[in-house]
């Protein structure tokens, strides 16, 4: 499954806007960058996907009247939402072949024939066409009374059976921060269903929506890799230890390929993996760094779930990395086999300077129209991503001054000085103000460089 194009009419800051995953040919991108400063709606867009493909927002019925209303809780609030998804014959099938074997199963367990339930019908209706892309929608009222959800294609990930549908394929969700994180039913929606208060399994899922905090699932992950040796080794009694290990080992590093990491995963005991530093020094996953920890927890995740056909969505990638690691964290998504998509939301000049147009875009605030608008990079020739340097994405990508608020001013008084008091640069409140510039910046800064050589200059006309 994947993502076409997303239109969104009014859920918050987004008045009307359409965002076109397609490259120049038409072609659905795999690999989606999100760039734009903060309050542009980065992570409203990712929260907005992983609520629409959620079990728990799709348990409502259409036309009902939704009561005390609660947008975490029962819908979306926005007037429509349309999303275009592509996706393979296989995944059709299966997805008709699920549905059809759902229905029957309902007929059986209630004695009486029923037809395809409206979600079921939209489904087929679609699947069944020679075309590989089709649209769902999502639409809501506001009444006198409340709010009617007046249609919704996206129903049937609420009622289809989560485990099977998830073989299909899912949607990874990684937050920028862990508050985000929460049990998407109520208590009451659990008791309906005969759910447990809390849920036994590793990590939260919603239906397809599996949302992933790695360091606060790390003992999953962590123990993930020895649980997988020891499976296997039980599973076949003639397999040899070491190659089991050896092959859980290789499955992690080559999903690390390409990124410069100063340690490396070399063994696996009983407990836990262990790893191997520049200095040759053995490792437990404990000793490793912020950034380390991040990369291979993931790296370590994704062997265990194994995504096919699935979205992979991660805010802020970044976090905790070096420099040289968000220029490379791309590797790590590219390595994954299995079909997906990958879209990432990111602050990095470093990750935008690791892709091509055709893969940014970035989310500008209008604020005469008071809303939001996106750009696809690919359609502006001045924008240049793929190679340039991280000081030039950030004034001509992402708006950003190279230099701090104050240290700004502090150079457009000099630089006013020069102009308009060049006689008077040796009075001792001007001396100071050039000296103090010179002292924060440093005497090799290219515009220090320009003070001293007009400085000199000066000197030389007295």
């Given at each position: 499954m994947k993502i076409r194009k997303i239109h969104i009419k009014n859920y918050k800051m987004f008045?009307?806007?359409?965002?076109?995953?397609?490259?120049i040919n038409g072609h659905?991108?795999?690999?989606?960058?999100i760039a734009g400063i903060n309050a542009s709606g980065k992570t409203s867009l990712l929260q907005l996907l992983q609520k629409l493909f959620s079990e728990s927002l799709n348990l409502f019925k259409v036309q009902s009247l939704l009561y005390k209303y609660d947008e975490d809780e029962n819908a979306l609030i926005c007037d429509k939402v349309s999303v275009e998804l592509e996706l393979s014959e296989t995944e059709k099938s299966r997805l008709i072949a699920l549905s059809h074997k759902f229905i029957n199963k309902i007929n059986k367990m209630s004695g009486k024939r029923h037809e395809l339930l409206p979600a079921f019908k939209v489904l087929e209706k679609h699947l069944k066409r020679k075309i590989k892309y089709f649209t769902l929608i999502y639409q809501l009222e506001k009444v006198e009374k409340g709010f009617i959800i007046r249609r919704?294609?996206?129903?049937?990930?609420?009622?289809?059976?989560?485990?099977?549908?998830k073989s299909i394929f899912k949607l990874?969700?990684?937050p920028a921060v862990h508050s985000e994180l929460k049990e998407h039913l109520t208590s009451k929606q659990r008791q309906l269903f005969n759910l447990p208060e809390k849920s036994d399994v590793e990590i939260n899922s919603d239906g397809i929506v599996v949302s992933i905090d790695i360091f606060s699932h790390k003992e999953a992950i962590e123990t993930h890799i020895v649980k997988l040796v020891q499976s296997k080794l039980i599973a076949d009694r003639n397999l040899i230890a070491k190659d089991v290990i050896k092959e859980a080992i290789d499955n992690v590093n080559?999903?690390?390929?390409?990124i410069s990491l100063n340690t490396k995963l070399v063994d696996i005991n009983s407990e836990q993996a262990i790893f191997q530093s520049?200095?040759?020094t053995k490792l437990y996953s404990s000793a490793l760094s912020g950034g380390e920890k991040q990369l291979y927890y993931k790296a370590i995740l994704f062997d265990k779930l194994r995504p096919q056909n699935s979205l992979i969505m991660v805010d802020e990638p970044e976090t905790s990395l070096h420099p040289t690691w968000q220029q490379e964290v791309l590797k790590l998504y590219e390595n994954i086999q299995g079909n997906n998509q990958v879209i990432l939301v990111t602050h990095s000049p470093h990750i935008i300077a690791s892709v091509h147009p055709e893969n940014l875009f970035i989310l500008k605030i209008n604020k005469e129209q008071k809303t939001v608008e996106c750009v696809h990079a690919s359609d502006n020739k001045e924008i240049h991503t793929r190679g340039n340097e991280p000081n030039d994405?950030?004034?001509?990508?992402?708006?950003t001054p190279l230099r701090d608020l104050a240290t700004t001013r502090h150079i457009e008084k000099v630089i006013a000085l020069f102009r308009t008091q060049a006689d008077k640069l040796d009075l001792p409140e001007n001396e100071q103000l050039i000296d103090s510039l010179i002292s924060n910046l440093g005497r090799s800064d290219p515009l220090v460089m320009r003070i001293f050589h007009k400085l000199a200059i000066?000197?030389?006309?007295?």
């Open positions: 008045h009307d806007v359409t965002l076109d995953f397609t490259d659905t991108l795999d690999t989606i960058v919704n294609d996206f129903h049937f990930f609420g009622i289809m059976p989560e485990e099977q549908l990874l969700y990684f080559q999903l690390l390929d390409g520049f200095s040759d994405i950030l004034e001509e990508v992402m708006g000066i000197q030389a006309e007295k």
